[in-house]
Nanobody, 126 residues
Framework: QLQLAESGGGLVQPGGSLRLSCVAS????????ITWTRQAPGKEREGISC????????DYTDSEKGRFTISRDNAKNTVYLQMNSLKPEDTAVYYC???????????????????WGKGTQVTVPS
């Protein structure tokens, strides 16, 4: 079974940067589209960005465009989320999820993800 593990979260000042990693084990990641999502306290989980097996990305929100970049290194079985110009509203637990579909969905579908990591906390103080 595919297992996902996120890392790279932490406390960062506004305007700072973090790079999150999603490392897969159990199976090769190169057959899955991978989505980064997040859930802030008291809010629903939202999709951020997805990357297909052909390295095509799909953004699900407007507020992160230009600030967040998703990428993948299949040789390392890892997907990354580079986050720049972080804001207090980016504070959340960040999760990666794997979808058996090779291509990203046009609209983020929480129930359509097949495997989830346990998340990594990102905190940007106001």
């Amino acid at each position: 079974q595919l297992q996902l593990a996120e890392s790279g979260g932490g406390l960062v000042q506004p305007g700072g940067s973090l790079r999150l990693s999603c490392v897969a084990s159990g199976y090769s990641l190169d057959r899955y589209a991978i989505t980064w999502t997040r859930q802030a306290p008291g809010k629903e989980r939202e999709g951020i960005s997805c990357i297909s097996i052909t390295h095509i990305s799909t953004d699900y929100t407007d507020s992160e465009k230009g600030r967040f970049t998703i990428s993948r290194d299949n040789a390392k079985n890892t997907v990354y989320l580079q986050m720049n110009s972080l804001k207090p509203e980016d504070t959340a637990v960040y999760y990666c999820a794997a979808d058996r579909h090779a291509l990203c969905r046009d609209v983020f579908d929480d129930s359509g993800m097949d495997y989830w990591g346990k998340g990594t906390q990102v905190t940007v103080p106001s």
